[in-house]
């Protein structure tokens, strides 16, 4: 069993394809960090300038109408709401000319639940212009989440009282990349190398089946070993990735782990904060069960039709359905909580974006575990199974 | 030369593989046709109503003043917005279905856009506006249809049109398709080597009948386009072959659409003998088929990643690959902007298929490679 392992690992990782699997991940990784990463530009920075020209304009506003009875009531409305929000907007601007980060923090809190409270349900006013991109019909919808969501976020800097810099209130830090980026398309990547990876595992005994008839051990016991050694191959797809990591937390310091991370509840509407290690560690293992899910694809597949090509084909598919189906606000009115391809998107699933966009109550973490690992076990007792008869043999 | 041919197409005939791929291929264009009818893809009605809301954010990146022809606004407030006025005059011409108000708000805008571009402090409202080219395509096309008196169809897409942007969505990743297609296209004869030596032929020539086998089964692919869209026909009618379609090609110009379809069938034979050749010659040299697919889409993704590199080497074939992105003229919004001209890039493509072509007949059929 050992010496079988140690074969198929050497073979796993002397494996031409899978080297270059690895070589293209670094690559990406290298690219991320120095490309990519020091040219985002998030919607919410701090920007002294905006704000300036935000708090001026309505300053001279209240200024010229203040004092004046009987106006439209657009402008009393106007009147009602500017001056709090110019408080907010003048403490933020202080704050970050003093270089006093606690109050810019507390400040910016504010604001942002403020802005948000003013603007959700109103027709004239706006959330930041960038969210409206031409062609974006829910540039709204997405600066209300935009808007709860930084607002969690420096609520979380207020009571956490991490060590604040300029890189942590614009998430550019190492860890928050990560976070942003488990929210984006990192487990895709993370799916599509472990599906390059493992792709071959079984089949490529087939080249040479009077080598391996030698081995004196049992079909299912093999398969065992290979589906571990394609999952160890496949975690440690992260090794490279970790490069781009530490490169980015040299620029721009790494976070730390008790970091804020926004999670949207559906029911009540609202954010709260779950720290940064815990976000982390549930990614991960909800990234393990789909590798494993993947795994599991592999292994049936090629012990039943036994070509790489379908392989390939089925578990991409996988992977791209949502993007077949996927549509604002259809989880109002269908069952999309019920396939297993609603939940590759991880990040979103466990920030509850998935929840928002969707509109949906059940996209959760917890469904999304139960439904990915029931599906992954039933496939590997129908695995185990098939490979007991002797249609499906291993080697022909 | 022909019993190879015959003995290839009898084994290509029965491949699983190609079967599946033409199945596959049938089922993504007819699931397109339904998409198209279900969302009513291109039924202005639907797609410009939401057109203003940019504009609207736009506007309120200004301060509020006075934005008559004297005012003391700046000129790109000004313009801003009479834009945002424009646009309730569009949506009532959609509304009530008159083709001649619609195109006349449409140039208006087009025009107002043109001006914004060359005001100071465009850079502040770039983002919520059309890019420059986007603009100049919109006005050709509506300055077309209005000297040509022709009627704008306010229904969804017919199939001509269809079939236009059909191309276009294919077209943007047909070479990759092509590229995993035809990855293994040498690899089973190096696994059976001892059947392959049975053939009494050249390798080049080998090579050649096995190539021309898989153009069939592409262009087996590209009647398969056509054929499958032809229920459209049943739904939304025909439509006019001549219709117009703006077109970047170094200038902005309007083909009808048949000609838009022409070229991009063109465009598509050469992109897959190109990648057809290229995957020969790498199966021959990695003899693998995912070190073959990973080399192809690295050479597609290199200019992607590295926009500064199309300029420096503009005949590299792969900055054509993605050819409706160079008919849109997308090259001009990259951070580098360069003109990429179609034509051109037509003849660099047949330049690469012929430079291909001789490094399999005289590299590739000498040494070791010979015994097969």
């Given at each position: 069993?050992?010496?079988?392992?140690?074969?198929?690992?050497?073979?796993?990782?002397?494996?031409?394809?899978?080297?270059a699997?690895?070589?293209i991940?670094?690559?990406?990784?290298?690219?991320?960090?120095?490309?990519?990463?020091?040219?985002?530009?998030?919607?919410?920075?701090?920007?002294?300038?905006?704000?300036?020209?935000?708090?001026?304009?309505?300053?001279?506003?209240?200024?010229?109408?203040?004092?004046?009875?009987?106006?439209?009531?657009?402008?009393?409305?106007?009147?009602?709401?500017?001056?709090?929000?110019?408080?907010?907007?003048?403490?933020?601007?202080e704050?970050?000319a003093?270089?006093?980060?606690?109050?810019?923090?507390?400040?910016?809190?504010?604001w942002?639940?403020?802005?948000?409270?003013?603007?959700?349900?109103?027709?004239?006013?706006?959330?930041?212009?960038?969210?409206?991109t031409?062609?974006?019909?829910?540039?709204?919808?997405?600066?209300?989440?935009g808007?709860?969501?930084?607002?969690?976020?420096?609520?979380?800097?207020?009571?956490?009282?991490?060590?604040?810099?300029?890189?942590?209130?614009?998430?550019?830090t190492?860890?928050?990349?990560?976070?942003r980026?488990?929210?984006?398309?990192?487990?895709?990547v993370?799916?599509?190398?472990?599906?390059?990876?493992?792709?071959d595992?079984?089949?490529?005994?087939?080249?040479?089946?009077?080598?391996?008839?030698?081995?004196?051990?049992?079909d299912?016991?093999?398969?065992?070993?290979?589906?571990?050694?394609?999952?160890?191959?496949?975690?440690?797809?992260?090794?490279?990735?970790?490069?781009?990591?530490?490169?980015?937390?040299?620029?721009?310091?790494?976070?730390?782990f008790?970091?804020?991370?926004?999670?949207?509840?559906?029911?009540?509407?609202?954010?709260?904060?779950?720290?940064?290690?815990?976000?982390?560690?549930?990614?991960?293992?909800?990234?393990?069960?789909?590798?494993?899910?993947?795994?599991?694809?592999?292994?049936?597949?090629?012990?039943?039709?036994?070509?790489?090509?379908?392989?390939?084909?089925?578990?991409?598919?996988?992977?791209?359905?949502?993007?077949?189906?996927?549509?604002?606000?259809?989880?109002?009115?269908t069952?999309?909580?019920?396939?297993?391809?609603s939940?590759?998107?991880?990040?979103?699933?466990?920030?509850?974006?998935?929840?928002?966009?969707?509109?949906?109550?059940?996209?959760?973490?917890?469904?999304?575990l139960?439904?990915?690992?029931?599906?992954?076990?039933?496939?590997?007792?129908?695995?185990?199974?098939?490979?007991?008869?002797?249609?499906f043999?291993?080697?022909? | 030369?022909?019993?190879?041919?015959?003995?290839?197409?009898?084994?290509?005939?029965?491949?699983?593989?190609?079967?599946?791929?033409?199945l596959?291929?049938?089922?993504?264009?007819?699931?397109?046709?339904?998409?198209?009818?279900?969302?009513?893809?291109?039924?202005?009605?639907?797609?410009?109503?939401?057109?203003?809301?940019?504009?609207?954010?736009?506007?309120?990146?200004?301060?509020?003043?006075?934005?008559?022809?004297?005012?003391?606004?700046?000129?790109?407030?000004?313009?801003?917005?009479?834009?945002?006025?424009t646009?309730?005059?569009?949506?009532?011409?959609?509304?009530?279905?008159?083709?001649?108000?619609?195109?006349?708000?449409?140039?208006?805008?087009?025009?107002?856009?043109k001006?914004?571009?060359?005001m100071?402090?465009?850079?502040?409202?770039?983002?919520?506006?059309?890019?420059?080219?986007?603009?100049?395509?919109?006005?050709?096309?509506?300055?077309?249809?209005?000297?040509h008196?022709?009627?704008l169809?306010?229904?969804s897409?017919?199939?001509?049109?269809?079939?236009?942007?059909l191309?276009?969505?294919?077209?943007?990743?047909?070479?990759?398709?092509?590229?995993?297609?035809?990855?293994?296209?040498m690899?089973?004869d190096?696994?059976?080597?001892?059947?392959?030596?049975?053939?009494?032929?050249?390798?080049?020539?080998?090579?050649?009948?096995?190539?021309?086998?898989?153009?069939?089964?592409?262009?087996?692919?590209?009647?398969?386009l056509?054929?499958?869209?032809?229920?459209?026909?049943?739904?939304?009618?025909?439509?006019?072959?001549?219709?117009?379609?703006?077109?970047f090609?170094?200038?902005?110009?309007?083909?009808?659409?048949?000609k838009y379809?022409?070229?991009?069938?063109?465009?598509m034979?050469?992109?897959?003998?190109?990648?057809?050749?290229?995957?020969v010659?790498?199966?021959?040299?990695?003899?693998?088929?995912?070190?073959?697919?990973?080399?192809?889409?690295?050479?597609?993704v290199?200019?992607?990643l590295?926009?500064?590199?199309?300029?420096?080497?503009?005949?590299n074939?792969?900055?054509?690959?993605?050819?409706?992105?160079?008919?849109n003229?997308?090259?001009?919004?990259?951070?580098?902007?360069?003109?990429?001209?179609?034509?051109?890039?037509?003849?660099?493509?047949?330049?690469?298929?012929?430079?291909?072509?001789?490094?399999?007949?005289?590299?590739?059929?000498?040494?070791?490679l010979?015994?097969?």
């Amino acid at each position: 069993m050992w010496a079988y392992f140690k074969w198929e690992f050497r073979q796993f990782f002397t494996n031409k394809k899978n080297i270059a699997v690895y070589v293209i991940l670094l690559f990406l990784a290298l690219y991320f960090a120095f490309k990519v990463a020091p040219i985002y530009e998030p919607i919410e920075k701090v920007d002294v300038a905006e704000m300036e020209a935000r708090f001026t304009t309505r300053d001279d506003f209240i200024k010229s109408v203040g004092n004046k009875t009987n106006v439209h009531p657009a402008v009393g409305y106007a009147l009602a709401i500017f001056p709090q929000w110019n408080e907010l907007d003048k403490a933020r601007i202080e704050a970050i000319a003093n270089k006093d980060y606690l109050k810019y923090v507390e400040a910016t809190a504010e604001w942002y639940k403020y802005s948000d409270a003013i603007i959700v349900n109103s027709g004239q006013l706006f959330y930041n212009p960038l969210y409206y991109t031409y062609g974006n019909d829910f540039g709204h919808a997405d600066g209300h989440y935009g808007y709860g969501y930084t607002g969690s976020r420096f609520t979380g800097y207020a009571e956490g009282n991490p060590e604040f810099s300029l890189e942590l209130f614009e998430e550019r830090t190492a860890l928050q990349t990560l976070q942003r980026l488990l929210n984006n398309y990192l487990p895709i990547v993370l799916f599509i190398s472990c599906i390059f990876l493992s792709v071959d595992i079984v089949l490529k005994d087939r080249r040479n089946p009077s080598l391996l008839k030698g081995f004196p051990i049992a079909d299912w016991k093999r398969l065992c070993m290979k589906g571990l050694i394609a999952f160890i191959g496949s975690v440690m797809s992260f090794i490279p990735l970790c490069v781009g990591f530490v490169i980015i937390g040299l620029q721009n310091g790494f976070g730390d782990f008790s970091l804020p991370v926004p999670i949207y509840s559906y029911i009540e509407k609202t954010f709260t904060n779950m720290s940064m290690g815990t976000f982390i560690l549930k990614n991960a293992l909800f990234i393990s069960v789909w590798i494993l899910f993947f795994i599991a694809i592999i292994l049936l597949l090629s012990l039943i039709v036994k070509a790489e090509f379908i392989n390939l084909f089925v578990s991409l598919i996988v992977i791209a359905a949502e993007w077949l189906y996927s549509n604002r606000g259809m989880g109002a009115f269908t069952d999309i909580q019920r396939y297993p391809t609603s939940y590759v998107q991880v990040g979103q699933i466990i920030s509850g974006y998935k929840n928002y966009i969707y509109e949906s109550l059940h996209l959760t973490y917890q469904n999304g575990l139960i439904i990915v690992g029931s599906c992954t076990l039933i496939m590997m007792v129908f695995t185990l199974i098939v490979s007991q008869s002797k249609r499906f043999k291993l080697i022909a | 030369m022909r019993n190879i041919l015959k003995t290839l197409f009898i084994i290509e005939k029965t491949d699983r593989k190609n079967i599946f791929a033409c199945l596959i291929v049938a089922l993504c264009i007819i699931g397109m046709v339904v998409f198209a009818n279900a969302t009513e893809l291109g039924n202005p009605i639907k797609e410009k109503s939401s057109e203003s809301l940019p504009v609207k954010v736009a506007l309120n990146k200004f301060q509020i003043v006075d934005a008559s022809e004297y005012g003391d606004g700046s000129d790109i407030y000004k313009n801003i917005v009479k834009q945002y006025y424009t646009y309730p005059k569009q949506r009532m011409a959609l509304k009530t279905e008159q083709p001649a108000l619609f195109i006349e708000t449409a140039i208006v805008l087009t025009e107002l856009r043109k001006q914004a571009f060359e005001m100071d402090d465009y850079e502040l409202i770039a983002g919520n506006l059309p890019s420059k080219i986007e603009n100049e395509m919109d006005s050709s096309y509506y300055k077309y249809l209005k000297e040509h008196n022709l009627d704008l169809s306010f229904g969804s897409l017919s199939f001509y049109p269809f079939l236009a942007f059909l191309f276009s969505v294919v077209g943007s990743f047909w070479f990759i398709l092509i590229c995993i297609y035809s990855s293994n296209i040498m690899i089973d004869d190096f696994r059976h080597i001892s059947l392959i030596k049975g053939y009494p032929i050249a390798f080049s020539q080998y090579v050649l009948a096995k190539c021309m086998t898989s153009i069939g089964i592409v262009f087996i692919f590209i009647i398969e386009l056509i054929v499958c869209s032809l229920p459209l026909i049943y739904f939304n009618g025909l439509g006019q072959a001549s219709y117009p379609v703006a077109v970047f090609n170094g200038e902005v110009t309007i083909y009808p659409i048949y000609k838009y379809i022409a070229i991009s069938i063109v465009y598509m034979i050469c992109l897959a003998v190109f990648a057809i050749l290229l995957s020969v010659i790498l199966n021959v040299i990695l003899k693998n088929v995912y070190l073959t697919i990973f080399v192809q889409i690295i050479f597609v993704v290199i200019p992607i990643l590295f926009p500064g590199l199309i300029k420096l080497i503009p005949f590299n074939p792969f900055n054509y690959v993605n050819f409706p992105s160079v008919l849109n003229g997308d090259s001009l919004n990259l951070a580098a902007p360069v003109t990429l001209n179609s034509y051109a890039g037509l003849i660099y493509l047949c330049i690469s298929i012929v430079l291909l072509m001789a490094i399999i007949k005289w590299f590739l059929s000498t040494g070791k490679l010979q015994k097969i």
